[in-house]
């Protein structure tokens, strides 16, 4: 929610309680508090670290979210294994002194925590509170029968143990990584993700709005309460209201609430409209609660024949899947990191997310709520047999319940999500226990909601042995891989909707080539087959390598471009993630298969379906141009908006060309001589666009770009910085690998650098990187001290760059 919005509505509900609309005063409405500020923290186990007159002094101090894993150093000998990223786990430890405010006048404290990485066990003052140990999983615990008197110090101790290994396909990270809350409420209150918001009719005239609320009373008996809803639009004005009376009897009371929005604005990916629904309790002629929830006026439909319609209006899903980890900040959620993931995937077309394989950081699906993105969440990589040695499998029996259960409960109000994902590739599908378990899972979800179809991620299509999809209970058929087989699935799945929900797996290491560019390398070959790679770890960026259960980017999309009853693909994957480095063993540790590297530069590839998935005219000409004098090069563009490209080699026309039918760019094959190499596009023969690449000479500079200059100095924004080498002229140099060193004063502090190579061993937490390819990254922080950032770059024989970043208030 904007600032801007939080300010209107506050003002509107001061002018209401001015004018007399609410009889009653509402100073026992505490908001949640965020509690991420000043943990210690101790890596290694001690038993007796619950206690609360436990010394923790010598403990490190920090704020959350936190990752200790991205904090250390890659080994091989990792128990996580480079698949999990090659950095360290283990157990440890963090604690909270605190105090509740002394003004404060709840009846109740709530610990929200929305994620820990793995395994936690929470204390308050030494009293055991749980254990979770999903760790993508957000959870709540009530502190209030421990809490001590009122300006006396509470302990909040948690144990995290991430030492069982290895625990998952990728990079999980370790730690409280994602926030904490602190919850005061009244006796009587909203219980927790206790309202669900629905839209049963919408047409252009109105939408029915259904609040289906549960309240929770903590007295020991009936309780009258009067709640009222008010449905406030996008610019924060009031639209409609509605008001009940219950007796809250039970500890916990259901109600409904219906209202009617008049000229709904319809949420969509190119308009994502928001409304907000304010629900108030009264009690005891006080109000007590009062809860926000963020919804969206839409609705969606997969069809067997003509794929995906939102809104009664066709749609192409153009999605990616993504992993949770943000790069150099490791798992540690960071709003800004999450937004520019998603804005640089807005700058290709992306419209969709599937959330693999576990649910994300609340944030992240609020930006893809404000931001116009559909999205596939997806509980469980694993059901109960084992894909990792001491994955999910090893919690099954006792969690699975209440993780899907809690993953819908508190995700359900998204307006992005259009399916709920209980699987990705799960072995149930070849045994028939799939199918009583895929029948338990669904109606799980269907218990909880019933709006949106549930779908599992499938690779067997053969519908005789895929015992997942012999339960008879899936909405929505999800394929990952096999894209060719797709064409026969009207006559496989008579009558079925599907989705490709998993594409590509196509392998490539920003600003790395490999010719001939039209010969494909199939790394590796075949199941269990060893490969023939390259000695540096790198993939070629031609789009021109691929794992051996996937293809092309190319040869994908022409598939599903071509096919109606396709809704669309979700490729494999959006950025480059830690761990899951195939083709490659260590020092291989972090993915191939992203179209965007670690740092969030883009791959070629990238260029490719903003040719195809956007409108804005563009032209992307490749690789660099600084190759052995006569070796034969291919040179690639990817264009839109245009007929036809014409190639000039040192003014010299190579001639023109256009994209044959299926294919999505051109190529010229010439000898390099240094010079420049320029392509232009043309639009019934009127020049569209140029773009022109110069041979670069020795490094001799650093350039350095922020994508925010000014940034708030709220402890938590972010400024990700580009640091390029350049010749004396400007030109990137393609292959510098120089050492950069940083310094960083001011307002705000280095939280992290990376170069986006996949086999790099220097350490993301440092005040120097190495280029690779010409670029690196760095990654500033602000403080809460508005000023400004100073950030010098340096290396030897470039000089000293500098650049100066705001911070605001
Ligand atoms: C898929 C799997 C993904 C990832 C990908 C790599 O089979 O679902 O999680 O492992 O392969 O190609």
């Known amino acids: 929610m904007t600032n801007h919005f939080k300010t209107t509505i506050k003002l509107i509900a001061c002018l209401a309680i001015s004018i007399g609309l609410f009889s009653c005063s509402d100073n026992l409405v505490e908001s949640r508090q965020n509690f991420d500020k000043d ?15 436990y010394n923790d002094q010598d403990w490190r101090a920090l704020n959350l979210p936190h990752d200790w894993s991205i904090e250390g150093e890659f080994c091989k000998d990792n128990p996580a294994n480079p698949e999990g990223g090659a950095l360290p786990t283990g157990i440890a430890w963090y604690r909270k002194t605190f105090k509740i405010d002394s003004e404060s006048k709840a009846e ?32 709540r615990y009530d502190l209030t029968p421990y809490l001590n008197a009122k300006a006396e110090q509470n302990v909040l101790a948690v144990k995290v143990d991430n030492s069982a290994q290895p625990a998952s396909r990728w990079y999980t990270g370790s ?46 008996s009936a309780q009258p309460i009067h709640v009222k809803t008010t449905i406030f639009d996008a610019e924060g004005v009031a639209l409609v209201k509605s008001t009940s009376q219950i007796e809250a009897i039970d500890s916990i009371s259901a109600l409904s609430q219906i ?19 304010i629900t108030e309790i009264y009690w005891q002629d006080e109000l007590v609660d009062r809860y926000e929830t963020p919804f969206g ?16 209006e066709h749609l192409e899903i153009y999605g990616v899947n993504q992993h949770h980890d943000l790069g150099a900040l490791g798992a540690a959620v960071n709003t800004r990191a999450m937004e520019r993931q998603l804005e640089i995937l807005k700058g290709m077309g992306c419209n969709a997310i599937r959330m693999a394989h576990n649910p994300p950081a609340p944030e992240l699906l609020d930006l893809c709520d404000e931001m116009g993105f559909l999205v596939i969440n997806e509980s469980f990589d694993e059901w109960k047999k084992t894909k990792a040695k001491k994955g999910y499998h090893l919690y099954w029996d006792e969690w699975h319940v209440r993780d899907l259960q809690d993953m819908v409960l508190r995700d359900r109000n998204h307006p992005s999500i259009i399916a709920w994902s209980i699987g990705n590739e799960i072995p149930e599908q070849f045994d028939t226990t799939g199918i009583a378990i895929t029948r338990e899972l669904a109606a799980i979800v269907k218990e909880l909601d019933t709006t949106r179809p549930v779908t599992s991620a499938l690779t067997e299509n053969d519908p005789e042995k895929n015992n997942i999809y012999k339960s008879g209970v899936l909405d929505l058929l999800s394929f990952n891989y096999k894209h ?32 001939p560019s039209d010969s494909v390398r199939v790394w590796p070959p075949a199941y269990n087959q060893p490969f023939d790679g390259n000695d540096d770890y790198t993939a070629s960026s031609y789009d021109n390598a691929i794992a051996y259960w996937g293809a092309t ?11 109606e009853f396709i809704p669309g693909m979700f490729i494999w994957s959006g950025f480059d993630y830690i761990g899951e480095p195939l083709p490659y063993p260590y020092p291989a540790r972090s993915s191939y298969l992203g179209i965007i590297d670690l740092c969030g530069f883009p791959k070629d590839v990238y260029y490719m379906y903003q040719s195809e998935w956007t409108d804005k005219t563009m032209l992307h000409l490749f690789p660099h141009w600084n190759w052995d004098e006569g070796q034969l090069v291919d040179l690639w563009a990817y264009y839109n908006n245009a007929d036809e490209v014409e190639l000039f080699v040192n003014g010299v026309s190579q001639g023109r060309k256009s994209k044959p039918e299926d294919q999505f760019h051109v190529i010229w094959r010439v000898p390099f001589a240094p010079g420049s190499i320029k392509a232009v596009s043309y639009k019934d023969g009127e020049k569209v666009m140029e773009k022109e690449i110069q041979t670069a000479g020795k490094p001799s500079q650093i350039e350095l770009t922020a994508d925010r200059n000014t940034i708030s100095a709220d402890g938590s924004d972010l400024s990700f910085i580009t640091v390029k080498v350049l010749d004396e002229n400007g030109n990137l140099v393609p292959d510098a690998d120089n050492l950069i060193n940083f310094e960083i004063t001011g307002s705000g502090f280095n939280i992290g650098v990376d170069n986006g190579y996949q086999a790099s061993l220097e350490p993301f937490k440092a005040n120097y990187r190495k280029a690779f390819n010409g670029k690196c990254l760095l990654i500033v922080q602000a403080t809460e001290d508005a000023g400004e950032i100073a950030v010098s770059a340096s290396g030897e024989g470039l000089g000293m760059t500098n650049i100066e970043i705001k911070t605001t208030n």
Request: aromatic residues 16%; charged residues 25%; hydrophobic residues 35%.
């Open 39 to 53: 943990w210690k923290f101790q890596l290694g186990d001690d038993s007796l670290a619950f206690q609360p007159d």
């Open 108 to 139: 109740n404290y709530y610990i929200d925590f929305d994620g820990v990485m793995r395994n936690s066990e929470v204390w308050i003052n030494g009293h055991y509170l749980g254990k979770r140990p999903f760790g993508y999983i957000s959870f």
């Open 175 to 220: 730690g409280i990584y994602r926030h904490v809350w602190l919850v005061p409420e009244q006796a009587v209150h909203v219980a927790h993700w206790g309202i669900f918001v629905t839209t049963p009719e919408i047409n252009t005239e109105s939408a029915h709005v259904k609040l289906d609320l549960k309240v929770r009373n903590t007295t020991s």
């Open 259 to 277: 209202v009617e929005v008049p000229k709904p604005k319809l949420w969509s990916v190119d308009s994502p409209t928001r409304y907000h629904a």
């Open 297 to 312: 006026i839409r609705s969606f439909e997969f069809t067997p024949d003509k794929g995906f319609f939102l809104n009664g």
């Open 484 to 515: 060719k087989d797709y064409l026969d699935f009207p006559e496989k799945f008579p009558g079925e909707c599907m989705l490709a929900s998993e594409n590509m797996s196509a392998l490539s290491t920003r600003g790395h080539y490999d010719m």
């Open 553 to 563: 980017h190319e040869d994908t999309w022409a598939v599903i471009k071509n096919n």
